[in-house]
């Protein structure tokens, strides 16, 4: 009866399997014409283009520290844009940067200077020529990031003080 056992359980199952299932699955499946997944796009900002321009006058905003939350933009696009120079931390330099805009009658940013800065040494025994190095690649980078800056259109071009702070941490 035991050896009887696994032939029996053998010739039911060679009995319930039909190649012909199996073929037609394959017909209806042919993994050489499987494509890839198309990829998924990112969903477009819900925000229109025009509604994400800075409002002229942010510069006032922030050097008399009255934040409005229309400049979240702003202090997003910065932090997500900025970078600390190697020189200015080898230096060991930190504080504010003062550029200064020039900002067309279209709201973009046409030209870009530095205005000057008040930066401090964290660390001592660096040389006046790494700290000047340091602080000219400090608002040479202030400069790069507003220059991308846009803002709402006016009847004629304007000009705007926007100080960037770095901080060593």
Known sequence: MKKILPALLLGLACAAWRPEAVCAQSAAYNRWDARP????KPKSSSVPRSAMRLQRGIGQHLASQRRLPADSLFFR???G???YPAAALRAGLEGQVS?????AADGTVT????AGSKLQQVISGVTPQAKAAGEAQMVEDACRVLRGLLFEPAATSTEEVISVNYVIR
């Open 37 to 40: 997944v198309p990829p998924v």
């Open 81 to 83: 844009k900025i970078k």
């Open 99 to 103: 550029v200064r805009l020039t900002i």
């Open 111 to 114: 030209d870009a200077q530095g």
């Open 77 to 79: 696009y910065v932090w």
